[in-house]
């Protein structure tokens, strides 16, 4: 009588189910060889990966992989500069102590935001690319759009027409104001001081305050070393403050606001 099937099934399963087995069952010899045991395998596979990398295909392929990924970095920073200079927006401004920033329209401005033109007419005042810079940071009616074509010449000419300049506004005044550069241009505080009338009446007959020889011999107005009065310097600080109040930022007025507060 043959064998219960059900008592044989009962069997294997109890006895876990053999692949080598049931392999050979249909096909002798097609069962697989036991397996190498787990700890060996490590080994033979980094053998394995040592040995292949070690063929001049191999080689070759980890340099074109190498190559894809620098040009792949390549690609990210063009792409980026691209879609505003997103690359350099973390590090072009550095906060203060009390971790505060200038306006968002100039905190990512660098050098290389204002193209130099190529185009230079004598007389005409084309500052650096830093005087721009520091000129966009400074004024809030400068503009600071990137790309955009700024006129340090058309600044400077409208600055000196203002109700708030009562001082001598020579080409050599209006660049060391334009630069931010007033010390190491030699403008001093009491170049700010308010134009007398008989100043006003020699400067007009001059014509000292039309002239438009912004060339970088432009030599500074005279300006006493000494004040006679206390008066001299209030003036010379309103002279500022007011130029300041007019056209700058309120990051830069904190400079004529303390000046205030010292001589008061």
Request: proline share 6%.
């Amino acid at each position: 009588m043959p064998d219960d099937p059900r008592a044989t099934a009962t069997s294997s399963r109890a006895e876990g189910f053999d692949l080598n087995s049931f392999l050979d069952s249909f096909q002798p010899g097609a069962a697989l060889p036991a397996a190498t045991t787990c700890s060996s395998q490590p080994e033979t596979v980094s053998a394995r990966v040592e040995e292949a990398a070690s063929t001049p295909e191999a080689l070759s392929l980890l340099e074109e992989l190498r190559a894809l990924k620098t040009e792949v970095h390549q690609l990210r920073g063009l792409v980026g500069a691209s879609e505003g200079a997103v690359a350099v927006r973390a590090s072009v401004t550095v906060a203060n102590t009390k971790g505060e920033l200038p306006p968002a329209e100039v905190c990512y401005l660098t050098s290389g935001s204002f193209p130099e033109s190529s185009k230079k007419a004598k007389g005409d005042y084309n500052p650096p690319q830093a005087h721009m810079l520091a000129a966009s940071r400074m004024f809030r009616t400068f503009g600071s759009a990137t790309g955009k074509s700024l006129s340090a010449m058309s600044f400077v000419l409208w600055l000196r027409e203002l109700d708030c300049v009562k001082f001598q506004a020579t080409p050599a005044v209006l660049m060391a104001i334009f630069s931010g550069r007033l010390g190491s241009r030699g403008l001093t505080l009491l170049h700010f001081r308010e134009s007398t009338e008989v100043e006003c009446l020699e400067d007009g007959s001059s014509n000292v305050n039309f002239a438009s020889d912004f060339s970088p011999s432009a030599a500074l107005p005279a300006a006493p070393t000494r004040c006679t009065t206390y008066d001299d310097i209030l003036d010379a600080v309103h002279g500022l403050s007011a130029l300041g109040q007019e056209v700058w930022y309120d990051h830069m007025r904190k400079l004529t606001t303390r000046l205030r507060a010292f001589v008061g």
